[in-house]
């Protein structure tokens, strides 16, 4: 692991390429709406027989400012009223999710996002605990994951010590830069005083981790100012960084219009930014778990990813993949089973569904044998950068190299170049194409080859 990752500018200006996450597999772009509520209800019936243990994400949407840069499903209004409304009809969800599971299901991870969540009041957020303790099983001993993401600018001490009392034991604080001039051209201004601040209640707190965000190719960026960001978060010791390029995508995402194109960095220096980071990172320790995620040495991701036992869902990297996957409020995704669902991403729609005591239910996909072995497959490459032929062989009782022979061109040539090493056990990604690796998981996408690149941003 010390040697994680090896820069190599020949292989990224080739490989660079732009491409899905792999949060899932498929992607949710491949989503219908012939999927609906009885796929839900009858996927929940089985989790239950299974008693299966379960993940919990629930979106917050509303923020009180714009961000440019945001490309989340979000609700900007300073009329905190708005909240009201909208918890009514979560609970709604909660209540008509939770019937057709077990009471002895636990949670083992819950995850508030957003938006953002501390939008909410002391009172609505111990509104909204209070009924997922009431219909989950949620754990009492401190001993599952749940975390929440947090706006310093939207936190305090009293803020964090409520979310601990309500039995959060993990955040998520987005940064994005420290420079005010970047700030300015993103429309956040945060200082790094706000960010301290939370940080130091979360430790006196004992929240067991810290995770902060960071955002590089935002306008007004350039290597030597985020050098200093990156600096700066450092010394504050976060147990997790995640380190995002920025897609700058404005047909899609309507707040990046108020970017000025011309102050964007230039590709050469969002390489240099990220070259730069990887190097400060691993000089302070940090071990680079995969995509866009870096962890210190004593992060459960490290240790999960060492013994192999690291997995990937739509909350990102994860020790709990095992668990099925709820979502809760309007856009939320679920993964329960073979089954992806979503609901709404109308906010309006969610709740007028919702007041009619119906599920949100839009959109979704029944994973077929073939997406659940490509899904495999790519979960393997992109969470431990090695792939064992045999036990997928076993698992799926295929022939490796037979079913896929029409990708081994591919392959062999991502091998000649250094990208992977590919033998007849199987193939392991090298420290060269790591920071590549979800091109190397395209290589198994059997949607790609028929999809609108432009929907994705670049590896790098």
């Given at each position: 692991?010390?040697?994680?990752?090896?820069?190599?500018?020949?292989?990224?200006?080739?490989?660079?390429?732009?491409?899905?996450?792999?949060?899932?597999?498929?992607?949710?772009?491949?989503?219908?709406?012939?999927?609906?509520?009885?796929?839900?209800?009858?996927?929940?019936?089985?989790?239950?027989?299974?008693?299966?243990?379960?993940?919990?994400?629930?979106?917050?949407?509303?923020?009180?400012?714009?961000?440019?840069?945001?490309?989340?499903?979000?609700v900007i209004t300073k009329d905190r009223g708005r909240a009201q409304a909208y918890l009514q009809c979560l609970e709604q969800e909660i209540q008509l999710i939770a019937c057709h599971l077990d009471p002895s299901q636990?949670?083992?991870?819950?995850?508030?996002?957003?938006?953002?969540?501390?939008?909410?009041?002391?009172?609505?957020?111990?509104?909204?605990?209070?009924?997922?303790?009431?219909?989950?099983?949620?754990?009492?001993?401190?001993?599952?994951?749940?975390?929440?993401?947090?706006?310093?600018?939207?936190?305090?001490?009293?803020?964090?010590?409520?979310?601990?009392?309500?039995?959060?034991?993990?955040?998520?604080?987005?940064?994005?830069?420290?420079?005010?001039?970047?700030?300015?051209?993103?429309?956040?201004?945060?200082?790094?005083?706000?960010?301290?601040?939370?940080?130091?209640?979360?430790?006196?707190?004992?929240?067991?981790?810290?995770?902060?965000?960071?955002?590089?190719?935002?306008?007004?960026?350039?290597?030597?100012?985020?050098?200093?960001?990156?600096?700066?978060?450092?010394?504050?010791?976060?147990?997790?960084?995640?380190?995002?390029?920025?897609?700058?995508?404005?047909?899609?995402?309507?707040?990046?219009?108020?970017?000025?194109?011309?102050?964007?960095?230039?590709?050469?220096?969002?390489?240099?930014?990220?070259?730069?980071?990887?190097?400060?990172?691993?000089?302070?320790?940090?071990?680079?778990?995969?995509?866009?995620?870096?962890?210190?040495?004593?992060?459960?991701?490290?240790?999960?990813?060492?013994?192999?036992?690291?997995?990937?869902?739509?909350?990102?990297?994860?020790?709990?993949?095992?668990?099925?996957?709820?979502?809760?409020?309007?856009?939320?995704?679920?993964?329960?089973?073979?089954?992806?669902?979503?609901?709404?991403?109308?906010?309006?729609?969610?709740?007028?569904?919702?007041?009619?005591?119906?599920?949100?239910?839009?959109?979704?996909?029944?994973?077929?044998?073939?997406?659940?072995?490509?899904?495999?497959?790519?979960?393997?490459?992109?969470?431990?950068?090695?792939?064992?032929?045999?036990?997928?062989?076993?698992?799926?009782?295929?022939?490796?190299?037979?079913?896929?022979?029409?990708?081994?061109?591919?392959?062999?040539?991502?091998?000649?170049?250094?990208?992977?090493?590919?033998d007849v056990q199987g193939i392991r990604v090298l420290p060269a194409g790591r920071l590549l690796v979800r091109s190397v998981c395209m290589v198994f996408d059997a949607y790609l080859e028929h999809q609108d690149r432009?929907?994705?941003?670049?590896?790098?």
């Amino acid at each position: 692991m010390l040697d994680a990752i090896r820069w190599d500018t020949d292989l990224i200006n080739r490989y660079d390429l732009a491409g899905p996450r792999y949060t899932s597999y498929p992607t949710a772009v491949q989503f219908n709406s012939q999927v609906g509520t009885f796929d839900l209800l009858r996927a929940l019936r089985a989790s239950r027989k299974a008693v299966r243990p379960l993940s919990l994400y629930v979106h917050v949407p509303f923020c009180a400012n714009i961000c440019y840069y945001c490309a989340c499903n979000k609700v900007i209004t300073k009329d905190r009223g708005r909240a009201q409304a909208y918890l009514q009809c979560l609970e709604q969800e909660i209540q008509l999710i939770a019937c057709h599971l077990d009471p002895s299901q636990k949670v083992e991870q819950l995850h508030f996002g957003g938006g953002t969540p501390t939008f909410l009041s002391h009172g609505e957020l111990r509104q909204v605990m209070a009924q997922l303790r009431r219909h989950f099983n949620l754990l009492d001993d401190d001993c599952g994951d749940y975390s929440i993401e947090i706006d310093p600018r939207e936190a305090d001490w009293s803020t964090m010590g409520l979310l601990r009392e309500l039995g959060f034991n993990r955040v998520s604080i987005g940064l994005q830069d420290l420079d005010p001039e970047v700030q300015r051209a993103v429309n956040r201004l945060q200082s790094l005083e706000e960010t301290r601040a939370v940080i130091d209640a979360a430790r006196t707190l004992q929240f067991r981790s810290i995770n902060i965000d960071l955002i590089y190719g935002l306008p007004r960026q350039t290597p030597a100012r985020f050098a200093h960001t990156v600096e700066e978060i450092i010394n504050l010791q976060p147990d997790r960084l995640s380190l995002f390029n920025y897609a700058h995508l404005p047909e899609r995402f309507m707040p990046q219009r108020r970017i000025n194109n011309n102050d964007l960095p230039a590709p050469a220096q969002k390489l240099q930014m990220l070259q730069t980071t990887i190097e400060q990172l691993t000089a302070a320790g940090y071990r680079y778990i995969g995509m866009d995620h870096f962890a210190l040495p004593h992060d459960e991701l490290a240790i999960a990813q060492e013994e192999s036992t690291l997995q990937r869902n739509f909350q990102g990297y994860t020790t709990h993949g095992h668990c099925d996957l709820i979502g809760l409020g309007v856009s939320a995704i679920s993964q329960i089973g073979k089954l992806y669902c979503q609901n709404s991403s109308n906010l309006n729609h969610y709740q007028n569904t919702l007041a009619g005591a119906q599920l949100a239910t839009s959109q979704g996909l029944v994973c077929s044998l073939d997406d659940r072995l490509r899904r495999e497959v790519i979960q393997q490459l992109i969470c431990n950068f090695n792939l064992t032929f045999e036990k997928i062989e076993q698992a799926f009782n295929i022939d490796f190299r037979g079913y896929f022979a029409a990708l081994w061109p591919q392959l062999e040539a991502m091998a000649s170049e250094g990208l992977i090493e590919l033998d007849v056990q199987g193939i392991r990604v090298l420290p060269a194409g790591r920071l590549l690796v979800r091109s190397v998981c395209m290589v198994f996408d059997a949607y790609l080859e028929h999809q609108d690149r432009q929907r994705f941003s670049r590896v790098i």
